[in-house]
């Protein structure tokens, strides 16, 4: 709903949710398929938030707007702004999916992935100090034996870390809860290569220092096992038209549930009763709406106060071609439009370059993020120090030129942007009846923003427990206890519309099953599991089996009836001769 437009009629709510993120759309879909009513409101005409996106249009606008935004455009290179401003998706966060990740399992859990499509990631690669040039990865144990890279010993290593991942073999009792740094170091023997190979790439850590014990790493491996090869030779997928895709498809189911939507209007005023609590809102039309709970991100100043967010630093470079040396298939064939994930770990650059690992991404035309011949590279690096990625950026890039110095051909991008996230909000929001920022019990509850992580199963898992503490303070405020407690009940009655909080809330059950409890008496067909499709070319190919069969079918049905004909035919001359 543009803004200006006439006040809502219903202004009554159970949540308010200011943003649209991608914990903000987890967290409106959740709670209205579970009965709450929701009111989502954003102040961008588009859905995703940080996590949105953008044309290469929106994109420099907003680059341009931002205090330490940066557009670079090349000289001697076509002006894409111009020449070529339709075809572009770029995400503001670029994030890939965890194959047997929390994300893949919700979305296959609760059928929203038929809303979806995933390309798989073609290639994992990390840049490594020795070689001063980005390696493939080795994923699985074919991959190990095989690799080029590795001197003997060290697979040997790495095998002896995948024995970790199979059920019988158990850590070591001593070493469960120390730094996996030590256990790789002093358990496994080994060296700072190989150790730097395990940390940033594989289990997707920042820092050298960064905190993760060995049970952790461990259950992070066992996954990493479980993804590759399920959908294609890496552990990860990417979302088709980039990964807001996702908040939108979380954002549709809330609107199948009666979860109300207005783009283009954001929160300026959280109401708190007497008791430090939420009891509503006001939105930037200045309508006010009644709720009691408020959802909202750390990035949105409340009082004039941010929330303590990481964010993240990122440049986008668009070009002709790959940055990555040619990846072959099975069988040998060249991929055209590859997607690439890589990682550049701590001081891998020399002179302690960077300080934190940078994630990268090569997208292009195979997941419609860019038009036919041109590829994105994304650098997303926990922080907001754009000062280090532009240096991290320089190695492979001439920035006085636009040369790709890593290309295997003489070629030159066309731009590049920089900026950090999160962004700085229009309006800030004003919380009444308090100074300073919230109390934590005032019923309004924050979500995380982009913080340098390599995949969004981080933001499933954060939605999931912010979802399972509203869900438990709402039961609280309905005064409903568990059935098989034998105290004195406040419960509403069977006909009051609300949630089914008697019993524990599943986080995101199937969609399209009636909800928890329908007021209205809406029933939703229960059609048959649909896996998560991944590839367009899967989801072609299995239409065009269909289309045969169906031709197949109708030919062997032709075939019948003309023989039916013959027969019935013969019939009629039998009793026409009698």
């Known amino acids: 709903m543009p803004p200006n437009t006439d006040h809502l009629d219903d202004t009554t709510y159970d949540v308010a949710i200011a943003g649209s993120g991608l914990e903000e759309s ?43 935004g940066e557009v670079i455009k090349f000289p001697e290179q076509d002006d894409i702004e111009t020449t070529v401003p339709r075809g572009w998706n770029i995400d503001l966060t670029p994030k890939g999916v965890v194959s047997s990740g929390e994300l893949v399992t919700t979305m296959i859990d609760s059928n929203v992935g038929r809303y979806l499509e995933f390309k798989r990631v073609d290639r994992s690669m990390v840049f490594t100090e020795g070689k001063k040039t980005f390696i493939d990865l080795p994923a699985g144990r074919s991959a190990v034996f095989s690799s080029g890279d590795l001197a003997p010993m060290e697979k040997r290593r790495l095998m002896q870390l995948m024995e970790f991942c199979k059920p019988e073999t158990e850590i070591p009792e001593d070493w469960r809860d120390k730094p996996v740094q030590d256990f790789l170091k002093t358990h496994l ?149 590859a997607t690439t994930c890589a990682t550049i770990p701590p001081s891998s650059l020399g002179e ?86 919230p109390a934590a019990d005032s019923r309004i509850w924050l979500c995380d923003t982009p913080s340098g992580e390599a995949s969004v199963d981080v933001s499933v898992k954060n939605a999931r427990a912010t979802f399972a503490k509203l869900m438990k303070e709402e039961k609280a405020l309905r005064g409903i206890h568990s059935r098989n407690n034998n105290t004195h009940t406040d419960a509403a009655p069977e006909e009051e519309e609300g949630p089914d909080t008697n019993n524990e809330v599943p986080f995101m059950p199937n969609v399209f099953l009636p909800r928890l409890r329908d007021p209205e008496g809406q029933q939703f067909d229960d059609p048959e599991a649909v896996m998560l499709g991944v590839t367009l070319e899967q989801e072609a190919q299995k239409g065009a089996e269909e289309k045969a069969d169906e031709a197949n079918v109708k030919e062997d049905e032709d075939e019948n009836q003309g023989e039916g004909n013959e027969e019935g035919g013969e019939k009629e001359e039998g009793k026409e001769e009698a």
């Not at 986008?316 to 040998?332: A, H, N």
């Not at 920035?399 to 996230?421: I, M």
């Open 26 to 68: 987890f967290l409106a879909g959740a709670l209205a398929r579970s009965g709450l009513r929701v009111l989502h409101l954003d102040e961008n005409n588009f859905y995703g938030g940080d996590w949105g996106t953008l044309t290469l249009r929106e994109l420099l606008e907003k680059a341009r707007a931002a205090e330490n």
């Open 189 to 337: 023997k080994m060296s700072a290569k190989l150790i730097s190979l395990v940390l940033y790439p594989i289990l997707e850590l920042h820092e050298p220092t960064e905190p993760c014990t060995t049970r952790e790493a461990v259950e992070r491996l066992k996954r990493i096992a479980e993804s590759v090869g399920k959908y294609g030779p890496t552990d990860k997928i990417y979302c088709n038209y980039g990964v807001s895709e996702i908040a939108q498809a979380l954002c549709r189911v809330c609107a199948i549930y009666r979860g109300v939507y207005i783009l283009q209007r954001g929160v300026v005023e959280v109401v708190l009763g007497s008791d430090k609590k939420v009891t509503g809102v006001v939105c930037t039309a200045g309508q006010e709406f009644t709720c009691k709970h408020v959802v909202t991100s750390k990035g949105m100043k409340l009082n004039g106060v941010k929330g303590d967010v990481l964010g993240e630093a990122r440049c986008v470079v668009i070009y002709k071609g790959s940055l990555f040396p040619p990846k072959t298939d099975e069988e040998g064939d060249v991929l055209q439009n």
């Open 352 to 437: 302690g370059l960077p300080s934190r690992t940078v994630t990268v991404y090569e997208t292009s035309h195979s997941t419609n993020s860019s038009p036919d011949g041109y590829s994105t590279l994304h650098l997303t690096q926990r922080g907001t120090d754009l000062s280090e990625l532009r240096r991290v950026a320089s190695r492979f890039i001439d920035f006085s030129t636009g040369k790709l110095l890593n290309a295997d051909d003489d070629r030159n991008a066309n731009l590049a942007v920089f900026f950090t996230l999160p962004s700085v909000h229009e309006h800030d929001i004003k919380v009444t009846n308090t100074d300073g920022y």
